[in-house]
């Protein structure tokens, strides 16, 4: 069944190791199917990194499955081409597609390995995270039980997982989500592979763990000699890590060649708008205000209401929300009595301002207690200490009658598009839904047509009120969760994330259709995210917090151009730069973000501030920081 | 190529499909001719059968069935009509089977609701009762309870929606759990709707697959119970013909003749394979990504 199709590499060391020729896979009925991946061709050198770009939908997960002989088990067929793959187990080139099963799983983890995207799905939670990577040396040499555990030993430490002696024996949910994916990186490379497939390694981890990730991945690539094939949606981590680009949309090759060429000199439309798409960091240098993405949106499809230009908001004037002291604590209980003995302090004393018109930027890693402040404002979750102070009333003080007032100005939107909208409803009826609780329009036909309104500023149509959720794209329910925040007429929107679970582009869109409502109504918003790069784009001013307290609060312009915490300096050094000329040498720091978990009576230390320069905060303790 | 990648204008094959002729299905109708026919014999059992079932004609006794235009069905030890009796005893299989379905369903969604939704001291309440509940042997319970109270239809029925209460509760407590973290729940609370609308618009909606599930073959199941309460002497009054009494009945004949014990397990199977049916599709069109979902 072995195929010599091609001659025998006779150079070993710089041929191609893998060549992909017309691939086609195909999924769904034979006599009408669905091409996830039509005439993909490309080939990789040993030592070398492919990335592989698209937003959702482009197939570039799939066409990398195909490496590893995986598309019968998703369902799919390859209908066309080949993967030729220079296997050192069999000497020569052989094509993926016609190896049996049993030949496939030599290759499989020995000569090509994969990583994926979820680290805390893709390790078995029962076993240890030692007795996994053992299995996989043992599955594929002759090594003893202690002679595989000595080499994983050595592979933890390589990943530089810091006690490797004690991570060997620990269980999966026992490490963080960036120590597991180093562990997953072990594994993966303890069979030496010849290539590595990492599909979206580094996703769900923070910035600063991103860093270290994508650095060990390339140390050992150059250690080992491997090629790697990237998949990712992010430009800054593309831009780092590769030395080709293959830009995929719809199943199509859209444009193919080195990284300089392709990031630099698009030649595609689609490269073009796709890179204009991509908020950069720094890009926004002596702007004080937002600024709208530059994309090319075909004026016959921009239904989303007229272009609106930023204008600054009115500093003079009383804020319209005013958090002081805000406090929030979740409890832990253990032991017999189920006694509370420990506190996660996920907002200790936080305070700012907003003002109307105005965008505030809450940027943090996970676990910094960015989410529990939107959510405290919200009053979706009971504060401990503080105050919350809306146009000048303390909303905490006031009887829970009264506060249902609060809950029709202040409007929150969620990161999952998928998730905030219930499932059995029609999405007119989801809108609809708050307009009835606060009683703003009276008869039925008059909500209907506000709600007909609604849909179409914010870009979708009037027809669409008897649709479900599932008939829509992420994009177009992160609209009509906008349309139903609006829905309430809202002074003060919370986007807790909104847009991170979307593909760039029409996270880009998105981003639009908030800056113009902003500008339109004088709408304010608490964008909270963890993305720098949306933030500079989006914001008036920013606060980052950092294990549950602000560090850094102050002019956008300030906090980016000249950051004083160490902590936001970090933050933004951490971000991967859109520049393929500029390779990152320097070795991130190493280190995880502490826990926010401690005793009971073990209160954290609740720091002051400074006021640098006009507006610009800054926490006293910023030169005794350091990263434990 | 323009980056406006969402599609705004869903295709019309999307529309088509909401037309009326999706909803049939063989499911359906098959499930449906089934329940609404026997539904229906068993409603106008007064009509068909007056004398219910009961006349006894000791000369016809252990007649066979297909033998005689009278006795379609043969004939029971004590000669009365296997037919009449089979119509006739539908009525209380029918009323024993639904009204403590439906009985327990309600109760124990409520509980379920309450307890998962608002957690705390009702939650730990309620759920102790199901436990309590759970650790009783149902006929010791059956047995106590006939024994102070006495045998009877409306007892029967409140036994057993005191003994089943607790799988609803348990299956929609845990569905709430969960449904009450996810995001449109949460978006729901953040625009201030209240718990009474959050509860029954936004989580029972999404709890009812599985409820409809387990409706469907506790349905089954009360019929069955209800015969061995029956077959005990804890359940109706044994004159008035019940699917359940009639399988104890015949369980004496049964080699001598077959009939007495068949025809009601014929009935009892039909008209759970019935609802059962009607259930499936049931569920799979209250969920609007059903279609999907098959």
Not at chain 1, 251 to 268: A, S, T
Not at chain 2, 274 to 280: K, P, T, V
Request: aromatic letters at 6%; proline letters at 5%.
């Amino acid at each position: 069944m072995i195929n010599t199709i091609g001659e025998v590499a006779t150079d070993a060391h710089r041929g191609p190791v893998l060549r992909v020729q017309d691939l086609s896979i195909e999924f769904g009925d034979p006599r009408a199917p669905f091409c996830a991946v039509q005439k993909l061709s490309y080939s990789l050198d040993q030592g070398k990194t492919l990335a592989i770009v698209g937003e959702s939908g482009s197939g570039k997960s799939v066409s990398s499955l195909a490496l590893l002989g995986l598309i019968p088990h998703v369902g799919g067929r390859i209908s066309q081409g080949t993967v030729l793959f220079d296997s050192p187990h069999y000497g020569h080139e052989v094509n993926i597609n016609d190896l049996p099963e049993k030949a496939l799983r030599i290759l499989r983890g020995n000569e090509i390995a994969m990583i994926f995207q979820e680290p805390m799905t893709s390790l078995n939670p029962v076993y240890t995270v030692g007795s996994q990577i053992i299995e996989a040396i043992k599955l594929h040499s002759q090594k003893t039980t202690i002679e595989a555990r000595r080499e994983a030993l050595e592979w933890l430490e390589r990943v530089r997982l810091p006690h490797a002696k004690r991570i060997i024996d620990s269980y999966p949910h026992q490490l963080s989500g960036g120590m597991r994916q180093r562990a997953m990186i072990a594994m993966a490379l303890s069979c030496r592979p010849k290539i590595l497939i990492a599909d979206e390694p580094t996703t769900a981890l923070d910035v600063t763990i991103q860093a270290q990730i994508l650095h060990i991945i390339r140390e050992l690539q150059s250690e080992l000699d491997m090629a790697v094939v990237f998949i990712s949606h992010d430009m800054g981590v593309v831009s780092e890590m590769a030395d080709d680009v293959l830009v995929m949309r719809q199943g199509l090759k859209v444009e193919y060649g080195d990284v300089k060429d392709v990031l630099v000199k698009p030649q595609h439309p689609y490269t073009k708008s796709l890179l204009a798409a991509v908020p950069r960091i720094g890009s926004m240098e002596n702007k004080t205000l937002p600024e709208r993405f530059d994309i090319v949106e075909d004026k016959q499809q921009r239904t989303d209401g007229p272009i609106y230009t930023a204008v600054a908001p009115k500093y003079e004037n009383a804020p319209l929300l005013e958090v002081a002291g805000l406090t929030t604590r979740f409890n832990i209980r253990s032991g017999l009595l189920n006694k509370v003995t420990h506190h996660v302090h996920a907002a200790e004393s936080v305070g700012f301002q907003l003002f109307k018109g105005e965008t505030l930027g809450l940027v943090g890693e996970s676990g910094s207690g960015k989410s529990t402040v939107g959510k405290t404002i919200q009053q979706l979750i009971d504060p401990v200490g503080g105050t919350v102070r809306f146009r000048g009333q303390d909303v905490f003080q006031l009887p829970k009658a009264q506060r249902k007032k609060f809950r029709q100005e202040i409007q929150y939107i969620f990161q999952d598009p998928y998730g905030s909208l219930n499932p059995r409803k029609k999405i007119g009826e989801s809108i609809a839904e708050p307009i009835r609780t606060h009683g703003l329009l009276e008869s039925k036909s008059a909500i209907e047509k506000r709600v007909k309104e609604l849909l179409e500023r914010v870009g979708l149509q009037s027809m669409h009120y008897d649709r479900y959720p599932h008939e829509f794209s992420g994009g177009q329910r992160q609209r009509i969760c906008i349309a139903r925040a609006l829905a309430c007429e809202p002074s003060l929107i919370i986007a807790d994330e909104a847009v991170s679970a979307l593909d760039v582009s029409v996270q880009a869109q998105v981003l639009n259709l908030m800056m113009d409502l902003q500008a339109e109504k004088g709408l304010s918003y608490l964008f909270i995210s963890h993305d720098m790069a949306v933030i500079e784009r989006v914001c008036h001013r920013v606060a980052v917090m950092y294990l549950g307290q602000l560090v850094e609060l102050g002019p956008r312009e300030q906090i980016f151009k000249n950051p004083q915490h160490p902590y936001t300096r970090r933050l933004l050094s951490a971000v991967p730069e859109l520049n393929p000329s500029k390779k990152r040498e320097s070795v991130p720091l190493e280190g995880e973000i502490p826990s926010a978990v401690r005793a009971v009576g073990d209160a954290p230390f609740v720091h002051g501030f400074d006021e640098v320069s006009p507006g610009h905060f800054l926490a006293q303790n910023a030169g005794n920081f350091r990263w434990v | 190529m323009s980056l406006s990648e969402e599609n705004i204008i869903l295709p019309e094959a999307a529309k088509k499909k909401r037309s009326l002729a999706k909803y049939w299905s063989f499911e359906l109708l098959f499930g449906a001719f089934l329940t609404c026919s026997l539904g229906v014999l068993v409603l106008c059992s007064g009509l068909l059968f007056p004398d219910g079932g009961e006349a006894i004609d000791l000369r016809a006794r252990l007649m066979e069935p297909f033998v005689s235009w009278q006795h379609i069905l043969g004939t029971d030890s004590l000669g009365r009509d296997i037919l009449a009796r089979v119509i006739t005893g539908g009525k209380i299989s029918y009323l024993v089977g639904v009204a403590s379905t439906l009985g327990a369903l309600v109760l124990g969604t409520l509980v379920g609701l309450v307890a998962g939704y608002y957690r705390g001291f009702w939650d730990v309440l309620l759920m102790r009762f199901a436990d309590i509940q759970l650790a009783l042997p149902f006929i010791l319970l059956a047995i106590t309870v006939m024994a102070i109270a006495g045998p009877g239809l409306d007892r029967v029925i409140g036994l057993m929606i005191i003994s089943q209460w607790v799988q609803y509760a348990r299956l929609v407590r845990s569905g709430v759990l969960s449904l009450r973290e996810r995001e449109f729940v949460q978006a729901a609370r953040s625009y201030g709707l209240p718990d009474a609308k959050i509860i029954f618009g936004h989580i029972l909606p999404n709890t009812l697959g599985p409820i409809i599930i387990l409706m469907t073959l506790n349905v089954a199941n009360n019929i069955l119970l209800e015969s061995s309460l029956t077959f005990l002497g804890l359940g109706v009054d044994p004159q008035i013909p019940s699917w359940g009494g009639m399988l104890a009945d015949g369980r004496n004949y049964v080699q001598v003749a077959w009939w007495i014990m068949v025809f009601p397990g014929l009935a009892i199977m039909l008209t759970v394979l019935g609802l059962n049916l009607m259930g499936d599709w049931l569920r799979d069109h209250l969920d609007p990504l059903g279609q999907t979902a098959k």
